[in-house]
Nanobody, 122 residues
């Protein structure tokens, strides 16, 4: 089992920044990839970004490319999502998730955190 705990959400103005954290514990070696997803009210959950624990390889959704940066601290078993130039359209509950292989498909992720709310007002 892998446990994931997100933190860092909040309410900000458009153009502001936030940094989300995802702390992992348990059998973290069994999950090679950590991804961030988000779900806005009435919408399906969508992929945001992912990172490989060993390779550091990153991949982003087009909607956040150039504004969001995913990174990891292996010593702390923590993955971060730095979100800059936030827009009202970024408002959602943000989830981190762990998978064995790189994928943007939420179905490929085995473990999920409880989510953290990000609200961006104009």
């Amino acid at each position: 089992q892998v446990q994931l705990v997100e933190s860092g959400g909040g309410s900000v103005q458009a153009g502001d920044s936030l940094r989300l954290s995802c702390a992992a514990s348990g059998r973290t070696f069994s999950s090679a990839v950590t991804g961030w997803f988000r779900q806005a009210p009435g919408k399906e959950r969508e992929f945001v970004a992912r990172i490989g624990w060993s390779s550091g390889y990153t991949y982003y959704a087009d909607s956040v490319k150039g504004r969001f940066t995913i990174s990891r601290d292996n010593a702390k078993n923590t993955v971060y999502l730095q979100m800059n130039s936030l827009k009202p359209g970024d408002t959602a509950v943000y989830y981190c998730a762990a998978a064995k292989f790189h994928s943007s498909d939420s179905k490929r992720y085995d473990y999920w955190g409880q989510g953290t709310q990000v609200t961006v007002s104009s």
